[in-house]
């Protein structure tokens, strides 16, 4: 049989149309099949399942009985979860002991990925992270350019780029937009800065205060302006220029300062009042005589 493409079909790959007679439904694979024999999805992009959401969708189910079909591909002895996880997990926390499920075809990796990323980004919303992680794995895994990413998913690729930049902060600030504490637009802003320890000091700032994208915006220009602009590292002095100026200090009783360069160098020799500059003035004249 010829294979499927069921790359960049979106969500039509995961459910079939009941106008329009599918591979799956040409065979009869939409079916009960019992949920001890179904394995996890390997590729599964979705890494936190918020367990209120998961209460009312166990709730709904109790009520109504399964909507929506999961999908899955036949493994071995069972099956393989490609899309429904939620559902999948209602289904087990309530003890029950099959569930509607359409059965396709998918060979490769490639497909699985994409077809779980597809059912998690328009259909059970990951969070910013869990997007950029997904869209990273298909770069890697499946060997796939940003413009490819970007086709698949249905989003432009300044999109892809944006999510996938959030990658590059530190772990605290990406554990904090996974967790809803900052949204994605805290965290575009943060990337202005380059320096991580400035990202997650602005961060913290920004937890506490509660701030708005737009004063997190503006905290991160005054950093960039004052905060994050370090005075330059005076080049290590040898140990004899070190020594040169202690004995300077001692015989004219005030600070001095050996500043070498490349040919020579200068002396600073400091004074605090006039009294102090007549001091200093009547000392060089005894050391000149």
């Given at each position: 049989m010829k294979k499927t493409n069921r790359?960049?079909?979106?969500?039509?790959?995961?459910i079939p149309e009941t106008d329009t007679k599918t591979e799956a439904q040409q065979?009869?694979?939409?079916?009960?099949i019992e949920v001890n024999r179904i394995k996890a999805n390997p590729f599964q992009p979705r890494l936190e399942f918020d367990p209120v959401a998961l209460n009312e969708l166990m709730v709904s189910i109790r009520e109504n009985g399964i909507i929506q079909p999961i999908t899955v591909r036949e493994v071995d002895s069972g099956y393989e979860l490609i899309a429904g996880e939620r559902r999948l997990r209602a289904v087990t926390e309530?003890?029950?002991?099959t569930?509607?499920?359409?059965?396709i075809k998918v060979e490769t990796k490639e497909e699985m990925l994409e077809l779980a990323l597809i059912e998690n980004v328009q259909r059970e919303k990951l969070n910013p992270i869990e997007q950029a992680k997904a869209f990273q794995r298909l770069i890697d895994e499946c060997n796939l350019t940003q413009d490819e990413v970007a086709k698949k998913i249905g989003k432009d690729r300044t999109t892809i780029t944006n999510i996938l930049r959030l990658l590059k902060l530190p772990q605290e600030i990406q554990d904090s937009v996974s967790n809803d504490e900052?949204?994605?637009g805290h965290a575009r802003t943060l990337l202005a800065l380059?320096?991580?320890e400035d990202q997650k000091t602005v961060w913290r700032k920004t937890l506490k205060g509660g701030l708005s994208v737009r004063k997190v915006e503006k905290l991160v220009k005054e950093f960039q302006d004052t905060g994050s602009k370090k005075a330059p590292a005076r080049p290590r002095r040898s140990v004899y220029i070190?020594?040169?100026?202690?004995?300077?200090r001692e015989i004219l009783g005030t600070k001095v300062s050996i500043r070498p360069r490349k040919d020579g160098g200068s002396i600073d020799v400091e004074f605090y009042s006039p009294e102090d500059l007549n001091r200093l003035l009547e000392l060089f004249e005894k050391i000149k005589e």
């Open positions: 790359l960049g079909r979106g969500l039509s790959a995961l065979s009869g694979q939409l079916t009960s309530l003890g029950l002991e569930i509607p499920a359409y059965i900052i949204t994605m380059d320096n991580p070190q020594k040169a100026e202690e004995e300077l």
